[in-house]
Nanobody
């Protein structure tokens, strides 16, 4: 089992920056990748950024060049640095962890943190 707790959301003006944090606990040794998703009102949850155990990263086209995903030294914390924020970035942001145990993938979710970007 993995527990995830997000923090760092809030209200910011367009063009501003925010840094989200996701603290993982429990069976963190089994985590293969961690992701940030977001869900805006009336829209489906979408993948924003991924970081794997090897440190490889991937981003949605809509955030490339503006968002950066990274890990802390202990690899139990993942960050999402968000710059040049736009009103369309407004959403609840969720941390997600994937662990693969005996060929079975398990997904874990945090409770979400609200990001609101005003124009």
């Amino acid at each position: 089992q993995v527990q995830l707790v997000e923090s760092g959301g809030g209200l910011v003006r367009a063009g501003g920056s925010l840094r989200l944090s996701c603290a993982a606990s429990g069976s963190i040794f089994a985590i293969n990748a961690m992701n940030w998703y977001r869900q805006a009102p009336g829209k489906q949850r979408e993948l924003v950024a991924t970081i794997t155990n090897s440190g490889s990263t991937n981003y949605a086209d809509s955030v490339k060049g503006r968002f950066t995903i990274s890990r802390g030294n202990a690899k139990s914390t993942v960050y999402l640095e968000m710059n040049s924020l736009k009103p369309e970035d407004t959403a609840v942001y969720y941390c997600n962890a994937i662990s693969i145990v005996v060929a079975t993938a398990y997904k874990y979710w945090g409770q979400g943190t609200q990001v609101t970007v005003s124009s």
